[in-house]
C-alpha cells in the first residue's frame, strides 16, 4: 500500500512539472519575427480611447510647438527667432526656461478625474521629449530633470499613481533621441557605428521609467533615423515582454528605428494623426491632437485651432470603426493647467460615451466600415447572446423621416433601437435589400445626445 502511495505522489509530481514546463509563457527572441508573433493584450482593444499629454520645458515659451528649441537652433524659423529677439535678452538659451516650468497649479487628481470623465481608459503622459528633458527624478539626466530645475517634484509618479486611483491604464512616451545631445550628435556623426548614447541615456531611462512606474504602455517616439540595431530595441522589447514587471500587459507602438514604423511592434501608430478611413490588417492607433497645429499648448492659438467635438467626434468613430484606438492629446500649461477648451472637449467626449459608450468599448470592425447607400454612416459591432449586434453611428441626423441603409441584411428577428432613447422603431426591408427605418418626430429635450447618434441593430444576418 505504502508502495503504490509513493508511486502515484511520484506520477503526480513529474505530470505537475510536466504542466508547468508546458504552460510557462513564451520566451521572445530579440528579432521582429519573433517579437511581432506576441499577442497584443486585449485590454487595449477594447479600451479605444486613450489620452495623450505633451508636457515639458516646450510649456514654457508655449509658442508654435513643442519643437520651438529646434526650430530656433537648429532650423531658424523667422517666427520663433523674432518672437525670442523681442521678448528675451541676446543671451537667453533654452535652458533658461526650465526654472520657468513650475507647474505649481499642477493637481494629478484634478487631472485624472477629468481623463475619466472624458470616457478614455487610459493615459499616455510624455516622460521625455526630444529635448531630453525628463518628467521625473532620473539618475541619467543630471541637473535637467523635474526634480533638479523647475517643479521639484516627480510628474510622472504623481500622475501615475492619481490614475491608477482612478482605475484607468498608464502609459508613458518616451523619445529615443535628443536634438542637440552631444552623445546623441556624435553616435550620429559616426553613422551610428557608435553607441555611446543608447549605453548611458536612452536605454538606461527606458528600463528606469518601466522598473519605477511599470508603464502598460510604452510610446516609444523619435529614432532619428537612426536603425532599430543601434537603439538595441529588440533587446529592450524582448526584456520588456519576457522579464518586465509589465511583461504580461505593456502595449508599443512602433517606432523603434528607421523603416520600422507601420512594420513592427504592437499597434501600428504608422504616422501622426494616421486615419486612413478603411479596414487595417493590424490594430492600430491615431495619435491626434485637439489643437490642430501642436501638441504642446500655445498660448497664441485662436480658438479656430482647436477642433470641434463634431470634429473629435467623427474623428474617433471613424477610427474605431476601421479597427483603430484614438490617442486624443492636450497640452498643459507650464503652470500645470489644462485649458477650458480642452477641458470642454474631455468633457463632451465623456457626455457623449456616456450615451453611446455601448458602440464604442469592447466593439470589433464589423464586415462594412461605412454605409453603402448613406453618407456618414460608419458600423461596429459586438457579440451578444444571438450572435452580433451591429451599431451603425450617423454623423448626421436624418433630415427626412426615413433612415435608409444599404449595408445591413434584416431577418425576422431584427429589432431597432436609438441608444439612450427608450421609444420604438419600425422598419421595413428595403426594395434593393438593406433596411428602412422610420424615424419619429422626437422632442428636442427628448435627444439622447447632441452629437452623433446610434442605432442598435439586432438580429442581422451579416
Known amino acids: ?95 533658461d526656461f526650465a526654472p520657468e516650468f513650475r507647474a505649481e497649479f499642477y493637481s494629478p487628481v484634478e487631472w485624472a478625474g477629468l481623463f475619466k470623465e472624458s470616457g478614455a481608459k487610459y493615459v499616455v503622459l510624455t516622460s521625455k521629449h526630444h529635448e531630453g528633458f525628463t518628467n521625473w527624478p532620473s539618475n541619467y539626466s543630471f541637473n535637467w530633470n523635474a526634480k533638479d530645475v523647475g517643479p521639484d517634484r516627480d510628474l510622472v509618479g504623481d500622475l501615475a499613481d492619481a490614475v491608477r486611483d482612478y482605475s484607468l491604464k498608464f502609459g508613458l512616451y518616451h523619445s529615443l533621441f535628443e536634438w542637440f545631445n552631444p552623445l546623441y550628435k556624435k553616435d550620429e556623426a559616426s553613422g551610428f557605428k557608435t553607441q555611446n548614447f543608447v549605453k548611458a541615456k536612452t536605454m538606461p531611462e527606458l528600463y528606469e521609467i518601466v522598473r519605477r512606474y511599470k508603464p502598460e504602455v510604452v510610446w516609444s517616439d523619435g529614432d532619428g533615423d537612426a536603425p532599430a540595431e543601434y537603439w538595441t530595441s529588440q533587446e529592450f522589447l524582448a526584456w520588456l515582454y519576457n522579464d518586465s514587471p509589465v511583461k504580461d500587459s505593456v502595449v508599443v507602438n512602433d517606432r523603434w528605428g528607421k523603416n520600422v514604423s507601420c512594420h513592427h511592434g504592437g499597434f501600428f501608430t504608422c504616422s501622426d494623426r494616421y486615419n486612413p478611413g478603411k479596414l487595417q490588417a493590424h490594430k492600430w492607433e491615431n495619435a491626434m491632437t485637439i489643437d490642430r497645429y501642436s501638441w504642446g499648448y500655445r498660448r497664441n492659438a485662436p480658438l479656430s485651432n482647436y477642433l470641434s467635438i463634431e470634429d473629435l467626434l467623427k474623428t474617433f468613430i471613424t477610427t474605431v470603426s476601421c479597427g483603430g484606438n484614438m490617442l486624443m492629446n492636450v497640452g498643459p500649461t507650464s503652470y500645470g493647467r489644462i485649458v477650458p477648451i480642452m477641458e470642454e472637449r474631455l468633457k463632451q467626449m465623456g457626455e457623449w460615451l456616456t450615451v453611446n459608450g455601448d458602440a464604442i468599448y469592447g466593439t470589433r470592425p464589423w464586415s462594412h466600415q461605412n454605409d453603402t447607400l448613406t453618407k456618414d454612416v460608419w458600423y461596429t459591432k459586438k457579440k451578444s447572446p444571438s450572435g452580433y449586434t451591429v451599431y451603425a453611428i450617423l454623423l448626421q441626423w436624418p433630415k427626412a423621416g426615413t433612415l435608409t441603409l444599404g449595408a445591413p441584411l434584416t431577418t425576422s428577428a431584427t429589432k431597432v433601437s436609438l441608444l439612450g432613447y427608450q421609444g420604438k422603431f419600425y422598419w421595413k426591408k428595403g426594395l434593393t435589400g438593406g433596411i428602412e427605418i422610420d424615424i419619429p418626430k422626437i422632442a428636442w429635450n427628448l435627444m439622447p445626445c447632441k452629437w452623433a447618434w446610434v442605432f442598435k441593430l439586432d438580429g442581422i444576418s451579416n
Open 1 to 95: 500500500m505504502a508502495t503504490t502511495f509513493k508511486f502515484i505522489l511520484v506520477s503526480l509530481g513529474f505530470f505537475l512539472s510536466f504542466l508547468a514546463k508546458t504552460s510557462q509563457t513564451v520566451r521572445y527572441e530579440p528579432t521582429w519575427d519573433s517579437l511581432d508573433k506576441r499577442p497584443l493584450p486585449d485590454w487595449y482593444d477594447d479600451a479605444k480611447l486613450g489620452i495623450f499629454i505633451h508636457w515639458g520645458v516646450f510649456s514654457v515659451p508655449s509658442f508654435s510647438s513643442e519643437w520651438f528649441w529646434y526650430d530656433w537652433k537648429a532650423r531658424g524659423l523667422p517666427g520663433i527667432v523674432d518672437f525670442m529677439q523681442k521678448n528675451y535678452p541676446p543671451d537667453f538659451t533654452y535652458p
